[in-house]
């Protein structure tokens, strides 16, 4: 069966520190790959989706960056945390092929910038 | 593109009460449809789809959700709530046969009081 993991799960940084969080998935190859953030008493906000290695799309333009070194491995980046950059990031899987756009979320990753 | 509109940010109701969450999207095409479950500090949590076929469909803890097309809803029912269901609800839609990406609403907070 397929899983999905992130971590750190919980994450204090202070501004302008880097940030890098990560997420494998296991047993599926190729799949596409999303990260989202949800800010406190906000909805899903897309940030970087990628259908292969080193082919990664961003959706809002910011200080944060995405790579996906191998097929099923995705990281998020950065390089000076804002404080504007709290909150619930998700990472999520779907199939590369057939896809009818169900997705699969990781635990999700707190991240507090002070 | 796709829109969702999930109109109320937060539903208060006592257990073992009926509720309906609202959700209603917009397209040219056509959509698969998804209700997503999130509970505290965790990832989501797929709660039922609709693909093609029977326009209601049902998850296995009571819930269901009725894809209509003249009034382009999708809204999520449960005929009595328990205290578990407290958590965020997410409605999805995606255009079928596209390459486009899944659009969530903002989210409706369920709180069920004893």
């Known amino acids: 069966s397929q899983t999905i993991h992130q971590w750190p799960a919980t994450l204090v940084q202070p501004v302008g520190s880097p940030l890098s969080l990560e997420c494998t998935v296991e047993g599926t190859s190729n799949p596409n790959l999303y990260w989202y953030r949800q800010a406190a008493g906000r909805g899903l906000q897309l940030l970087f989706y990628?259908?292969?290695?080193?082919?990664i799309s961003s959706e809002v333009p910011q200080n944060l960056s995405a790579s996906r070194p191998q097929d099923r491995q995705f990281i998020l980046s950065s390089k000076k945390l804002l404080l504007s950059d709290s909150g619930f990031y998700l990472c999520?899987?779907?199939?590369?092929?057939?896809?009818?756009?169900?997705?699969?979320f990781g635990e999700g990753s707190r991240l507090t910038v002070l | 593109a796709q829109s969702v509109t999930q109109l109320d940010s937060q539903v208060p109701v006592f257990e073992e009460a009926p509720v309906e969450l609202r959700c209603n999207y917009s397209s040219s095409v056509s959509v698969y449809l998804f209700w997503y479950v999130q509970y505290p500090n965790q990832g989501l949590q797929l709660l039922l789809k609709y693909l093609s076929g029977s326009t209601l469909v049902k998850s296995i803890n009571g819930f269901e959700a009725e894809f209509n097309k003249s009034q382009t809803s999708f809204h999520l029912r449960k005929p009595s709530v328990h205290i578990s269901d407290t958590a965020e609800y997410f409605c999805?839609?995606?255009?079928?046969?596209?390459?486009?990406?899944?659009?969530f609403g903002t989210g409706t907070r369920l709180q069920v009081m004893l």
């Open positions: 999805a839609v995606i255009n079928t046969g596209t390459a486009s990406k899944l659009t």
């Open positions: 990628s259908i292969g290695i080193d082919q």
């Open positions: 999520a899987w779907s199939t590369g092929q057939a896809n009818t756009g169900e997705l699969f």
